[in-house]
Nanobody, 124 residues
Framework: QVHLVESGGGLVQAGGSLRLSCAAS????????MGWFRQGPGTERQFVAA????????NYADSVKGRFTLSRANAKNTAYLQMNSLKPEDTAVYYC?????????????????WGQGTQVTVSS
């Protein structure tokens, strides 16, 4: 089992950057695929990015491709979502998720563990 805690959210102006972190408990973080999802006001939770347990395979939603980068530091039990060129439509609660698997997954239904979320607000 793994416990996830997100951090790094906040208020930023359009065009700015934020880096979200997802810290995981446990000794087998390097056996978990990680994902980030977000839920904006009045919308369903949507896929943002995913990474395999080795970090060798990543997937991104079209809406964030070229602006967001997902990485992981297995020695630190942490995954990072670097968000650049932020837009007001990126405003949402961002959640990290984990699945005990070597692959990367884009569907929230595939993930077994979730963090509590961190708010990102982008002002215009």
């Amino acid at each position: 089992q793994v416990h996830l805690v997100e951090s790094g959210g906040g208020l930023v102006q359009a065009g700015g950057s934020l880096r979200l972190s997802c810290a995981a408990s446990g000794r087998t973080f390097n056996r978990y695929a990680m994902g980030w999802f977000r839920q904006g006001p009045g919308t369903e939770r949507q896929f943002v990015a995913a990474i395999s347990w080795s970090g060798g395979n990543t997937n991104y939603a079209d809406s964030v491709k070229g602006r967001f980068t997902l990485s992981r530091a297995n020695a630190k039990n942490t995954a990072y979502l670097q968000m650049n060129s932020l837009k007001p439509e990126d405003t949402a609660v961002y959640y990290c998720a984990a699945k005990y698997s070597s692959s990367s997954y884009v569907s929230e239904l595939d993930y077994d563990y979730w963090g509590q979320g961190t708010q990102v607000t982008v002002s215009s």
